[in-house]
């Protein structure tokens, strides 16, 4: 009410203005982002009006002398009218948030399954009439979609298993081992994390760039030479080494949390009967890390299975073009293809969604590993 308001002391007042304020700087800069300009300053205009005050002034000027009669208290049947009205605005709030998220799969599949003519004559926007197989015929014999999708399965496999066997040993390394550096590397690892890729790609290509001339000069043609697969350049060799780059500092941070988790007395009774210390990790402390090593397998695999920046720059061969740089390839111009591009799209999406929802449970207990001692 307006009269709890002036019941507040003055610094209580400043505060709930600043904290107010502060609010409202943060969902501008949200709102420009994702809404554009026009809809933040109209969103920020009426939160603005409402909670300024002016609306409980208008209220009382409207009201006259009733403002100062006695507020009478609500009866039961008022309040539980109010409690369902309530509800059901929170499951609506709900249920327009799940539209808001689903109607994009939605969409996607049942674009998949129309014809070219449903989709250029708008005929039949939500449901298809009838239901065509026309872009998955397509795609599967017109198109290297196999041949793409073959690339991106061993690039990620690849990248997956360098992910769990070095994040495994390096955070392990900086969790239990007692060593000089130890905590600036942990803090550096971090900072790693949150760099973009966008900005490390080109000293990469350098990189690589340089390991190809010295691998094609030093290494026998049968080794290297012979194996276009492997090459640092032109080959999907340079996507096994770069994408574990970004996915190892996390999977780092992530077990060095479980890791503290485990309790030090299983370890030091593992050395005590004699282990050292590579025998304890891999006997005693791996196993136990078990729901965390898939949790970081998983994460490894779809990141590498979905990335297109660096298999763009890195390949340019058509014949180990993976999959999300082939489906760039099919856009020409402003034609797009979308019922191909959702076909492909959902046969992308089966193979991890199988996978997801088989691991989910040991996902979910790798994710929350170490957040709480004990």
Partial sequence: ????????????????????????????????????????????????????????????????????????????????????????????????LLLFELFPFYWVFVTSFKTTAQITALRSVFWPDPWSLENFQYMLHETKFLVWFWNTTRVATVTCAVSVIV??????????????????????????????????????????????????????????????????????????????????????????????????????????????HFQAFFRVILPLTAPALLTIALLAFTGAFNDFLFAFVFVRTEEYTTLAVGLAQMVIGDIFPFGRMMAASIMMAIPVTIIYMLAQRFMVEGLTAGSVKG
């Fill in 1 to 96: 009410m307006l009269g709890d308001r002036f019941s507040l002391s003055r610094n209580e007042i400043v505060a709930n203005w600043i904290r107010w304020y502060c609010t409202l700087v943060g969902l501008a800069g949200l709102g420009v982002v994702v809404f554009g300009l026009r809809f933040s300053l109209l969103a920020l205009v009426l939160l603005t009006f409402f909670r300024s005050g002016v609306l409980d002034w208008l209220m009382l000027v409207l009201r006259g002398n009733r403002a100062q009669a006695p507020v009478r208290p609500r009866s039961a049947s008022s309040y539980r009218t109010i409690k369902r009205l309530g509800t059901a605005g929170r499951w609506a709030a709900l249920a327009a």
């Fill in 167 to 276: 994040a495994a040993l390096g955070a392990y390394a900086l969790a239990r081992l007692k060593w000089r550096g130890a905590g600036g590397l942990s803090t550096a690892v971090l900072f790693t994390y949150l760099m973009p890729g966008i900005m490390i790609i080109i000293p990469l290509y350098q990189i690589l760039a340089a390991l190809n001339r010295t691998f094609t000069r030093v290494l026998p043609d049968f080794i290297y030479g012979d194996h276009q697969v492997i090459h640092m350049i032109n080959g999907l060799g340079g996507l096994m080494i770069t994408y574990p780059t970004f996915g190892l500092p996390f999977a780092c941070w992530l077990l060095m949390g479980y890791y503290r988790s485990i309790p030090t007395e299983l370890e030091e009774a593992a050395l005590i009967d004699g282990c050292n």
